[in-house]
């Protein structure tokens, strides 16, 4: 890590200490893209993952027939490679996949799913989605069950409804949980590289894939270049939620 960072600050012919690596790469429209698509991308993905993984583990924790089965079958994409899930998301993201073979049959023009920008990053968010759901499940599955029900069950009693419940009891019990799994998709999220050259061929640029390509090309400083601005900027978010984290936390302890 460091030697890349000191990589980053060195002349590639000269090697003289200088800051025009971070001047070229800055004035380049492809970093600007590439930052603001990872960052959506995260921002999607985490969103999705969130949501989708809190309500499959509360159902999941319920009791109800073929539990076993329901469990075995969130947990799958945990064993795919994710290369080959990015080559399964074609088959339904593809000009002839199943999702246009869908719009088809309802008579609606297939979409070139990756042909638009704004598209193709919400396909690399949902791929993403897919492949780490399961690991999202069952933080958020385990965190459920933590929760003592002797706190749900006098809820009822005092006559409170599911929301005051989610609102009360469940959101400050998952606190933890959420932490945990928002740092650690974040940063998962925020380095994404193998999708989107699998889905995307390289044309959308992301600051993995971008230093990726640099250094492919012999552009060794550029590629330090890349990836010290997606460590820093791993190290702002995750430290900007931590510190948000523990004000809110100081917050509740005060009151």
């Known amino acids: 890590i460091f030697q890349t960072i000191l990589l980053s600050f060195k002349d590639q012919i000269t090697s003289e200490w200088t ?6 790469v800055f004035g380049r429209s492809f970093f600007s893209e590439a930052v603001i698509n ?6 999607i993905g985490l969103l999705i993952q969130i949501v989708i993984g809190y309500l499959l583990a509360s159902m999941l924790r319920k009791n109800f027939v073929g539990k076993g089965l329901a469990r075995t079958l969130v947990m799958l994409p945990m064993g795919i490679p994710t290369m080959v899930s990015g080559v ?13 073979e869908i719009l088809y049959r309802l008579n609606v023009t297939p979409i070139d799913w990756t042909a638009n920008r704004l598209r193709s ?3 690399v968010a949902v791929a993403d ?15 459920l069950e933590s929760i003592p029900l002797e706190l749900y069950e006098a809820a009822d009693v005092d006559g409170a409804g599911k929301f005051d419940c989610f609102r009360y009891i469940t959101i400050p019990q998952l606190k933890a949980t959420v932490t945990m799994t928002v740092l650690t998709r974040l940063v998962d999220l925020l380095r994404i590289f193998e999708l989107p050259k699998v889905l995307l061929g390289g ?10 390509e640099e250094y492919s090309y012999g552009n060794n400083a550029y590629s330090a ?3 010290t601005v997606l460590l820093a900027l791993i190290l702002v978010i995750v430290m900007a939620y931590m510190f948000a984290f523990e004000r809110e936390k100081k917050g509740g302890r005060r009151r």
């Open 19 to 24: 800051l025009r690596n971070y001047a070229y």
């Open 121 to 123: 990053l919400f396909v």
């Open 38 to 43: 990872t960052l959506f991308v995260s921002a």
């Open 129 to 143: 989605s897919w492949k780490v759901m399961p690991m999202v499940v069952m933080l958020f599955l385990s965190g």
């Open 203 to 212: 044309t959308t640029p992301f600051l993995a894939t971008m230093s990726y």
């Open 88 to 100: 399964a998301m074609l088959y339904l993201f593809g000009m002839s996949g199943y999702l246009n």
């Open 225 to 227: 270049v890349a990836s």
